[in-house]
């Protein structure tokens, strides 16, 4: 059928609009259908993975799902994804949940250059241990600076308690500050010389805290300047246009926050 | 030096990656870390993991944390039979989805139902309050439920029709209310009857063998005043 089957092979098909590919897994994948990529950009898992598939033209159609407007909770939602988290993804029949999931997916499936998830044994590693830490470690007290400093005051109309905020301003600290010594050291990026999905995800993850006017990168310069290499990596145009929900959200009139989503709150 | 497995039973990432190796007969040194010693705080294995927690894994210079990063790692090195972690991209994403998704959930509550229900009153001899237990096993209760509907569904294992990495994660987590004494499987005949294929599938004596000091958690001695304030603020950062 095709000029070698090997991973990364292109076939022609019988179909001339037809591209197909083979990952190494043995199966043919369809290069040039578009994926279902269910995501709100306030998000941070869905900021990476948008990010990552704008960066390869990897073909995609944007199922917004709006998290102000509860649209997790809808019933069409449900179905993609009964966890009603974001982000989601649909090829075709399959659906697949979890960013690091999806990512690696995309990975995969796009034969994306390879410093993303590098082959090295050692490398990859590295990035697989970004991975895992991170949901726990960095995700978490990102999340919560946002709650705690921006949407709880906003939604309740009462400020958090002094005592709660220190707290998670030294846990988002503690968290940096683990990124910088254990992860980053003196590389310019966390694998190295080259971006890595752990870059990408922990850079989303970083900007997360900038919807409530805390600025993570302000802590060491180190780190600074690591982000700036990395928006420049993914391109600052990209960078932004992920970036711009996210920023606006403090100007978002909260008076007008679905009941629904008011109650799960 | 060749391979060495910073491990402590009592921790279910430990466990899990404990059993993947015997199971695969990957060789290596079982670097036992005490951890109600306190022993991953001590300065000489802070040389290994910084992060000073187990389990942590050196293989000559090289050393890694994160149960998943290492049992990946060890996954790729040995090169294992396909199942674990399966070359298919689907199945292999299904695989992922379940590691990525057990960090905040069902690994956490296992976690607190244990803290909350045994370690901190026998261990630590700290009171928890009804409530505060009431909804560490209620929140237990909901995780157990979605690995079922959302993960398990009708298939024979998590990820598809054979054991896989997910599995191993999963199973040793859910030991660790089993070990407080927590039935999670009652009442689920469906993910009964998957732990019995796991079990059975990583091997009886492997599995017990591996459980044999969870399983033992409500008889240990209380810890010494010492002892006690030295673990109190990183088990209270732990389980929050």
Same mark, same amino acid.
């Given at each position: 059928?095709?000029?070698?089957?090997?991973?990364?092979?292109?076939?022609?098909?019988?179909?001339?609009?037809?591209?197909?590919?083979?990952?190494?897994?043995?199966?043919?994948?369809?290069?040039?259908?578009?994926?279902?990529?269910?995501?709100?950009?306030?998000?941070?898992?869905?900021?990476?993975?948008?990010?990552?598939?704008?960066?390869?033209?990897?073909?995609?159609?944007?199922?917004?799902?709006?998290? $102000? !407007?509860?649209?997790?909770?809808?019933?069409?939602?449900? @179905?993609?994804?009964?966890?009603?988290?974001?982000? %989601? +993804?649909? #090829?075709?029949?399959?659906?697949?949940?979890?960013?690091?999931?999806?990512?690696?997916?995309?990975?995969?499936?796009?034969?994306?250059?390879?410093?993303?998830?590098?082959?090295?044994?050692?490398?990859?590693?590295?990035?697989?241990?970004?991975?895992?830490?991170?949901?726990?470690?960095?995700?978490?007290?990102?999340?919560?600076?946002?709650?705690?400093?921006?949407?709880?005051?906003?939604?309740?109309?009462?400020?958090?308690?002094?005592?709660?905020?220190?707290?998670?301003?030294?846990?988002?600290?503690?968290? $940096? !500050?683990?990124?910088?010594?254990?992860?980053?050291?003196? @590389?310019?990026?966390?694998?190295?010389?080259?971006? %890595? +999905?752990? #870059?990408?995800?922990?850079?989303?993850?970083?900007?997360?805290?900038?919807?409530?006017?805390?600025?993570?990168?302000?802590?060491?310069?180190?780190?600074?300047?690591?982000?700036?290499?990395?928006?420049?990596?993914?391109?600052?145009?990209?960078?932004?246009?992920?970036?711009?929900?996210?920023?606006?959200?403090?100007?978002?009139?909260?008076?007008?926050?679905?009941?629904?989503?008011?109650?799960?709150? | 030096?060749?391979?060495?497995?910073?491990?402590?039973?009592?921790?279910?990432?430990?466990?899990?990656?404990?059993?993947?190796?015997?199971?695969?007969?990957?060789?290596?040194?079982?670097?036992?870390?005490?951890?109600?010693?306190?022993?991953?705080?001590?300065?000489?294995?802070?040389?290994?993991?910084?992060?000073?927690?187990?389990?942590?894994?050196?293989?000559?210079?090289?050393?890694?944390?994160?149960?998943?990063?290492?049992?990946?790692?060890?996954?790729?090195?040995?090169?294992?039979?396909?199942?674990?972690?399966?070359?298919?991209?689907?199945?292999?994403?299904?695989?992922?989805?379940?590691?990525?998704?057990?960090?905040?959930?069902?690994?956490?509550?296992?976690?607190?139902?244990?803290?909350?229900?045994?370690?901190?009153?026998?261990?630590?001899?700290?009171?928890?309050?009804?409530?505060?237990?009431?909804?560490?096993?209620?929140?237990?209760?909901?995780?157990?439920?979605?690995?079922?509907?959302?993960?398990?569904?009708?298939?024979?294992?998590?990820?598809?029709?054979?054991?896989?990495?997910?599995?191993?994660?999963?199973?040793?987590?859910?030991?660790?209310?089993?070990?407080?004494?927590?039935?999670?499987?009652?009442?689920?005949?469906?993910?009964?009857?998957?732990?019995?294929?796991?079990?059975?599938?990583?091997?009886?004596?492997?599995?017990?063998?591996?459980?044999?000091?969870?399983?033992?958690?409500?008889?240990?001695?209380?810890?010494?005043?010492?002892?006690?304030?030295?673990?109190?603020?990183?088990?209270?950062?732990?389980?929050?």
């Amino acid at each position: 059928m095709g000029e070698g089957t090997g991973p990364g092979a292109l076939a022609r098909h019988r179909d001339p609009g037809l591209q197909l590919a083979s990952c190494g897994c043995g199966a043919w994948h369809r290069l040039n259908m578009a994926l279902e990529l269910y995501m709100d950009l306030l998000s941070a898992p869905c900021r990476a993975v948008y990010i990552f598939s704008k960066k390869h033209d990897i073909p995609f159609n944007f199922q917004f799902v709006d998290l $102000l !407007k509860g649209h997790p909770y809808n019933k069409e939602y449900i @179905k993609i994804n009964p966890l009603r988290k974001l982000p %989601s +993804l649909k #090829d075709g029949k399959f659906v697949l949940t979890e960013s690091v999931a999806i990512l690696y997916y995309l990975c995969r499936k796009y034969s994306t250059p390879s410093h993303w998830y590098p082959p090295d044994l050692h490398i990859r590693a590295r990035v697989d241990e970004f991975m895992a830490w991170q949901h726990v470690a960095f995700q978490l007290p990102m999340k919560k600076m946002v709650w705690l400093k921006l949407l709880i005051p906003k939604i309740t109309g009462e400020e958090v308690s002094a005592e709660k905020m220190d707290h998670t301003v030294a846990e988002v600290k503690n968290s $940096l !500050k683990l990124f910088e010594e254990y992860f980053l050291q003196d @590389k310019m990026f966390i694998t190295g010389d080259q971006i %890595s +999905l752990a #870059d990408l995800v922990a850079v989303v993850e970083m900007m997360q805290p900038m919807a409530a006017n805390y600025n993570a990168f302000l802590n060491s310069s180190k780190v600074a300047e690591w982000r700036m290499r990395v928006e420049l990596s993914i391109g600052s145009g990209l960078f932004r246009e992920a970036h711009n929900r996210l920023m606006q959200l403090a100007d978002w009139d909260f008076s007008t926050l679905d009941p629904v989503v008011k109650e799960k709150i | 030096m060749g391979l060495e497995l910073y491990l402590d039973l009592l921790s279910q990432p430990c466990r899990a990656i404990y059993i993947f190796a015997k199971k695969n007969g990957i060789p290596f040194e079982l670097r036992t870390v005490d951890l109600i010693k306190g022993q991953h705080l001590s300065d000489a294995f802070s040389q290994v993991n910084p992060l000073k927690k187990v389990p942590a894994l050196k293989d000559g210079d090289f050393t890694l944390s994160e149960s998943v990063a290492i049992l990946l790692y060890l996954t790729h090195k040995y090169k294992v039979p396909d199942h674990w972690y399966p070359q298919d991209l689907q199945a292999r994403a299904r695989v992922d989805e379940y590691l990525a998704w057990q960090h905040t959930t069902l690994r956490r509550s296992c976690l607190r139902a244990l803290w909350h229900k045994v370690m901190f009153p026998v261990f630590l001899g700290e009171p928890v309050s009804p409530q505060t237990l009431a909804a560490t096993l209620a929140e237990l209760d909901v995780n157990v439920q979605l690995l079922e509907d959302k993960f398990l569904q009708n298939k024979a294992f998590l990820a598809g029709p054979h054991i896989s990495l997910a599995d191993l994660v999963a199973i040793t987590e859910l030991m660790h209310p089993v070990g407080a004494g927590c039935q999670v499987f009652k009442g689920r005949p469906k993910l009964a009857a998957w732990r019995n294929r796991v079990e059975a599938a990583v091997g009886e004596d492997l599995f017990q063998e591996a459980h044999e000091i969870i399983l033992k958690a409500k008889d240990f001695p209380p810890a010494d005043p010492t002892t006690k304030q030295k673990l109190m603020p990183r088990v209270l950062a732990m389980i929050q």
